[in-house]
């Protein structure tokens, strides 16, 4: 299966179980691989036979930045929900990175990876 990635994806946004990051907010990663079929796109050259993933960017921007969640897998599990139920994606790895979690101690970061299909959703 053909993949897109979007890595990188930043945002500043109001999720945790704790009210000190619901007040204060954090940045937030996020990192996309979509799986579908690209030789469509491939021998058209057309941007209607794939995925636009400028209009990717901004679902999942609303996504992170518009709803709150207590639990980045809850984040997570709703990107990979409404990509692939927007989108002709067969599969979406979501990954959440929370690069400065509230743990009393040194790390870099902490994030989820989930895999989902259209069977998962």
Do not use: C, W
């Amino acid at each position: 299966m053909d993949q897109i990635h979007l890595r990188g994806l930043q945002f500043f946004a109001y999720h945790g179980v704790f009210p000190e990051e619901n007040k204060l907010g954090q940045r937030y990663i996020i990192n996309l691989t979509l799986s579908l079929d690209l030789s469509k796109a491939g021998k058209s050259d057309d941007l209607s036979e794939t995925v636009n993933y400028a209009e990717i960017y901004h679902v999942v921007e609303d996504i992170v930045k518009g709803e709150t969640y207590q639990l980045i897998e809850s984040l997570a599990e709703r990107i990979a929900q409404k990509l692939l139920f927007h989108y002709p994606i067969e599969n979406v790895d979501v990954e959440v990175i929370k690069p400065n979690p509230p743990i009393d101690g040194n790390l870099d970061y902490i994030s989820v990876q989930i895999r989902r299909g259209h069977e998962t959703v």
